[in-house]
């Protein structure tokens, strides 16, 4: 146990890399492109991709610590069933919570929880990181690949709501500006699921042109 | 690590995270039914063109409601249970407490012949802004993802249509969710579900617009572009729906 020796601060520069570096040069959906189909479902809208992104923050951070916790005790031939098991039960938890104390919240993303279950990049990091790491590391991993997710998230949602419906969080931006009255027309394009592809897509072109070492990674 | 290890750790595991669910689900459940009522009354009132927040439907609803009733298929009133006294004058079960997925569950069994005694249906009656009287008639139906809902409120006339409300469980945001907007269930207003002859032509939802179709502009109102398994999901619902009133409203007509 020479491991637990050793005292790291809270956030030493190694802690503080977990959660900086899945935001941009590790980021799940652009550069290890997990996630996506949860990306392309809710992100009509803001509003949903806001909630999806705050829920999935928070049962990404438990879920990475509880595994961590148990890291020990798990058996490895069982250790993805143990995964999901605690991942479900967190996202029931969640939906249930909601529906009792934020029932709004709760229906307007309805089916939406349900799919955090299946969201490859909890999965993903659980069996990357939390099994083989200690709690507070794992939390920040699990924080920080969410933070990830999350802010794509808004920004595909952002552009979908503002070009699809010439709204911004329900605000008819558009139409205030008077837009509609000079010919500028909704691009029904955007509501459908391949706009958030191509969205993800201009994401990924840019964050690439930026930043070179994700160029030819492979 | 032994099997037998494994088996013992699945165990626990699972007995310890059904404790967990199940203890938070009992606990969380009358919090979950109230919000869930006060939503239906907010539902009701909201298509009787009385909006509320939430926190104050129960109120209102107290306040705005005439009668439950409810209604076997032949058209009789079965239950009735008045709303200022807060009491029943026929019958015992609240109209306000049947759960319309069971009910629609129970209709169609009970047409297979599958279910021996008729269900009877729920009506709302409550008072508007001008005093007037609606009959609330709920609604439901299916949608693209799941179920979807509605309230329907008929003028005195039990013909033309003084507000709707709808509302579904999954629909997709920005296409077919839409129709829980107040611009989509306002259109409903004034239309009329029977034609001048009499006859029972429901109100269809019409896909590229009333304006353009063949149908009266009293029967139909616009689909939600993108939203087309929706929108039809709705007219089915509307016209389904009425059907199983039909004998109550030919006879109070």
């Known amino acids: ?218 | 690590m032994s099997d037998s290890y494994i088996f013992r750790f699945a165990t626990i595991m699972v007995v310890l995270v059904a404790a967990i669910l199940t203890l938070v689900a009992s606990l969380l459940k009358p919090m979950q039914e109230d919000n869930r009522r006060a939503e239906k009354m907010q539902e009701i009132l909201g298509a009787a063109n009385i909006n509320v927040s939430r926190d104050s439907a129960i109120h209102v609803y107290q306040h705005r409601l005439i009668a439950e009733y409810a209604i076997s298929l032949q058209g009789d009133i079965t239950t009735v249970y008045d709303g200022s006294k807060q009491e029943f004058t026929k019958g015992e079960n609240r109209p306000f407490e049947m759960d319309m997925k069971r009910l629609m569950n129970d209709l169609e069994r009970y047409e297979k012949g599958s279910l021996e005694t008729a269900p009877t249906l729920p009506l709302f009656i409550m008072r508007d802004h001008n005093d007037d009287s609606l009959f609330v008639f709920p609604l439901r139906g299916n949608g693209l993802w799941g179920p979807i809902w509605g309230n329907m409120a008929l003028k005195n006339d039990l013909n033309t249509v003084a507000g709707a409300s709808f509302d579904h469980a999954g629909e997709t945001p920005g296409l077919g969710a839409q129709i829980n907007t107040d611009q989509f269930s306002e259109q409903f207003e004034n239309t009329r579900i029977f034609d001048d002859d009499g006859e029972f032509v429901s109100i269809k939802v019409v896909k590229g617009g009333v304006e353009n179709s063949s149908i009266p502009g009293d029967h139909g109102v616009d689909a939600i572009s993108g939203g087309t398994i929706t929108s039809n999901g709705v007219t089915h619902m509307i016209e389904d729906g009425f059907r199983y009133y039909l004998p109550f409203i030919k006879k109070y007509q």
């Open chain 1, 1 to 218: 146990m020479a491991e637990a020796k050793e005292k790291d601060p809270l956030f030493s520069p190694k802690n503080r890399k977990l959660l900086s570096e899945p935001l941009v040069l590790n980021n799940p959906i652009t550069v290890q492109v997990l996630g996506i189909c949860s990306a392309l479902a809710i992100t009509v809208k803001l509003e949903p991709s806001v909630v999806m992104a705050i829920s999935v923050i928070a049962i990404m951070g438990i879920a990475n610590l509880i595994i961590s916790i148990i890291r020990k005790l798990i058996p490895p031939r069982i250790r993805i069933i143990v995964m999901l098991t605690v991942i479900s039960s967190l996202v029931v938890l969640t939906d249930q919570i909601l529906e009792a104390f934020l029932y709004d919240v709760s229906k307007q993303l309805s089916v939406f929880v349900g799919l955090i279950i299946t969201n490859c990049i909890i999965m993903g990091r659980l069996e990357a990181f939390a099994s083989n790491n200690k709690p507070w590391p794992s939390f920040l991993d699990g924080i920080g690949n969410a933070f990830g997710y999350a802010w794509i998230l808004v920004v595909v949602g952002f552009f979908r709501e503002l070009l699809g419906s010439g709204e911004i969080y329900g605000y008819p931006l558009m139409e205030k500006l008077g837009m509609y009255q000079i010919g500028y027309v909704d691009n029904g394009l955007m509501i459908l699921p391949p706009a958030a592809l191509f969205i993800v897509g201009i994401i990924i072109w840019v964050h690439r042109g930026k930043n070179e070492e994700l160029v030819d990674i492979s």
